[in-house]
């Protein structure tokens, strides 16, 4: 098997047997951040301790990603020639906070406000030494 990473450290633990989006909450005003921050963005306090956010919510708005990621830092598998739009979306974490976030379907059948969607980790692109990029997406909550 191929070595893997998270494409970023601070938003999810990587490799995890059961694996979470890495928030925070603010323990005098309660505000969920995502991703997790050293202070409260609602009333700045620094009382925040980290909280792991839940796997599935509710599709709150999305659009139509049409023009290619930056080549750097994405890879060119990414951009150019090779890009193909999706679909990018706000789910809302029941009780917790909205998380912006790729969405995985088929982006000319549309996505529908108020979906149920569960979250996924799978591979984003592979970088040129083999090592495979983990990132998160929603897609729709299986029935």
Not at 59 to 84: D, I, M, R
Not at 103 to 112: A, K, N, T
Request: glycine share 6%.
């Amino acid at each position: 098997m191929n070595q893997q990473r998270s494409i970023d450290t601070l938003l999810f633990d990587w490799p995890h047997k059961d694996p979470h989006l890495r928030g925070s909450q603010c323990a005098d005003c309660g505000t969920v951040s995502f991703p997790a921050a050293a202070s409260c963005p609602k009333c700045s306090s620094v009382n925040v301790r980290n909280v792991a956010l839940a796997k599935e919510g509710t599709l709150w708005s999305w659009t139509v990603q049409n023009f290619p990621l930056a080549s750097p830092p994405y890879p060119a598998e990414l951009s150019g020639e090779h890009f193909k739009p999706f679909a990018v979306g706000y789910v809302e974490l029941a009780d917790q906070v909205r998380v912006v976030s790729r969405l995985e379907g088929d982006v000319s059948q549309g996505f529908e406000i108020g979906t149920p969607m569960s979250i996924k980790f799978d591979k984003y692109y592979t970088e040129s030494d083999g090592t495979e990029v983990i990132n998160y997406s929603f897609a729709a909550k299986s029935a």
